[in-house]
């Protein structure tokens, strides 16, 4: 895809992959992109940061809860005005905390699907915008098991089956030009996260 000119939203970009692909996305040249993120002090060093290497009209921040419609809806909003247009939604927040396995469920998985939606309405020919592409980051552990994870595991699967879905019904792609695509990467992090989230498992699915 030719990134030149496209303006783009990445939800929790503050850092870690959604910071990475802020920067690429800037170093293709796209025209704008919106962070819309919970951490507004990681939010605004990455901004402060990739406005001196790049331009600072062309990013900005945006505090916004990925499970608050309301939040996501100004985010929306307001890069459409900022910037005039919404091409690529990055749907990349998310945690992994099964010991707050419901609010990880509702992070990784309900909201994604919510803006989702929220991304076809803007983006979408039908209600008057230039069509675009939605990427979900899904995981690996979306695509097999994992059982130090067992919900992360289980919403990161929803991902992938409500894309395929999505995708495979074609849509979005032939009434609105969207099209939706999904990641699923591995980690490196498994020497440390996997000692400590195991614990839960342990302490909650065995029965000795
Ligand atoms: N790191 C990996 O190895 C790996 C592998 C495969 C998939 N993933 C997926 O990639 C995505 C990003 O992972 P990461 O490693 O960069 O994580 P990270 O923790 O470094 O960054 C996640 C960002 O999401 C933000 N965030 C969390 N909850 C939010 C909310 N409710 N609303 C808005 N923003 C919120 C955080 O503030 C943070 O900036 C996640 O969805 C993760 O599941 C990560
Ligand atoms: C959201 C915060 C982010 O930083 C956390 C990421 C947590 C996990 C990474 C995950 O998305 C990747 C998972 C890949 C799993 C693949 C298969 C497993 O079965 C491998 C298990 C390996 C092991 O048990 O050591």
Request: hydrophobic share 40%.
């Amino acid at each position: 895809m030719d990134i030149s000119g496209k303006v783009a939203i990445v939800t929790g970009g503050a850092q870690g992959i959604g910071r990475a692909v802020t920067e690429c996305l800037l170093k293709k040249g796209a025209r704008g992109v919106t962070i819309a993120d919970v951490h507004e002090q990681k939010g605004q060093e990455t901004v402060n940061e990739f406005s001196q290497q790049y331009d600072n009209e062309r990013v900005t921040f945006m505090y916004a809860d990925v499970t608050l419609k309301s939040q996501m809806e100004d985010v929306f909003r307001k890069t459409k005005t900022t910037f005039g247009r919404v091409d690529i939604f990055i749907c990349n927040a998310g945690i992994c905390n099964e010991y707050e396995w419901e609010r990880m469920v509702d992070i990784n998985f309900t909201s994604t699907i919510r803006n989702t939606y929220l991304a076809v309405e803007y983006m979408g020919t039908k209600n008057g915008g230039n069509g675009g592409v939605i990427i979900i980051n899904s995981s690996t552990a979306g695509l097999t098991q994992f059982p130090v994870l067992p919900v992360y595991s289980a919403a990161k699967s929803g991902l992938v089956g409500f894309a395929r879905s999505v995708a495979v019904r074609q849509i979005i792609d032939t009434k609105c030009s969207v099209r939706i695509g999904i990641l699923a990467g591995y980690s490196s992090l498994f020497s440390s996260i996997g000692f400590l989230l195991d614990i839960y498992v342990y302490e909650h699915l065995t029965c000795q």
